[in-house]
């Protein structure tokens, strides 16, 4: 399953440049995040081992997806001086809290609640942040001159 999952990723890392000049950095790092949310969401309603090693090929989209868009964003976003910081501190992030910290505490919590249920609260946060998100950028585009939801 990691295997096929990683080679899921393989199509983003030929088209992800393409997607995201078309439809911009912010809509594809939401998109992924509605992968990824549909993806835990699926995860919880599925038992069957072919269709949850199936649904990981979102994983691909998702993963990569979300990566390459905050390392474009950060690259686009962040001044040149301080370029190295900001992927410094987006990979400690990354690593540190999303595998580390969070990934002990949910398996302590996949251990107390079940895993099935842990998967429908994964799947339930990452879509409410997604629309959080939106929301938030939404606002920004209308106070600020940047795009980016908006062609």
């Not at 440049?17 to 919880?44: D, E, H, P, Q, S």
Request: proline letters at 2%; hydrophobic letters at 50%.
């Amino acid at each position: 399953m990691m295997f096929l999952g990683a080679m899921a990723e393989v199509p983003f890392l030929i088209l992800g440049n393409k997607m995201v000049k078309r439809f911009g950095v912010a809509k594809v790092m939401m998109a992924a995040g509605t992968v990824t949310g549909i993806r835990w969401l699926l995860l919880y309603l599925i038992s069957n081992p072919i269709l949850a090693i199936a649904v990981n090929l979102l994983n691909g989209f998702s993963f990569m997806g979300f990566h390459y868009s905050m390392t474009m964003f950060l690259d686009t976003n962040v001044p040149k001086d301080l370029k190295s910081t900001g992927h410094s501190v987006n990979s400690f992030i990354t690593t540190f809290f999303s595998r580390i910290v969070f990934g002990y505490i949910g398996g302590l919590a996949s251990d107390a609640f079940g895993t099935d249920n842990m998967m429908l609260v994964s799947g339930i946060v990452t879509l409410t942040g997604v629309i959080a998100f939106t929301i938030w950028l939404s606002r920004i585009e209308r106070v600020t001159d940047k795009k980016y939801l908006t062609a």
